[in-house]
């Protein structure tokens, strides 16, 4: 069974910056692995994803152009950069993979395409 865990949540203010990380046991190379987040009662809200064969990316329109994510192999590690950060985007944030095989652009950012996720770590934005 993969391992995912995440660190690099803090506490930051409007405009700051994070960089998460997300540790995987096993890291496999051709898989689709992403980043979600939750908010105290919303649903959980797919933000990127990274082929990690390929480096192809997809993005939420909520973090396009604000939020990087990328993929290491030599070190079994997925990141995402979150740049001008919002109050909004306070959340826990979550890593997760697809399983091998995954296909379909529409479904790459539905918590429900992923079956191996991280424990979270929190983000959270003051004004």
């Known amino acids: 069974q993969r391992q995912l865990v995440e660190s690099g949540g803090d506490s930051v203010h409007t405009g700051g910056s994070l960089r998460l990380s997300c540790i995987a046991s096993?890291?496999?190379?051709?898989?689709?692995m992403g980043w979600f987040r939750q908010a105290p009662g919303k649903e959980r809200e797919g933000l990127a994803t990274?082929?990690?064969?390929?480096?192809?990316?997809f993005y939420a329109d909520s973090v396009k152009g604000r939020f990087t994510i990328s993929s290491d192999y030599s070190r079994n590690a997925l990141y995402l950069q979150m740049d001008s950060l919002k109050p909004e985007d306070t959340a826990m944030y979550y890593c997760?993979?697809?399983?091998?095989?995954?296909?379909?652009?529409?479904?790459?950012?539905?918590?429900?395409?992923?079956?191996?996720w991280g424990q979270g770590t929190q983000v959270t934005v003051s004004s």
């Open positions: 096993p890291y496999d190379y051709d898989i689709w």
């Open positions: 990274i082929y990690t064969g390929l480096g192809t990316t």
């Open positions: 997760a993979a697809a399983p091998p095989g995954t296909y379909g652009e529409q479904a790459l950012l539905k918590p429900f395409t992923y079956n191996s």
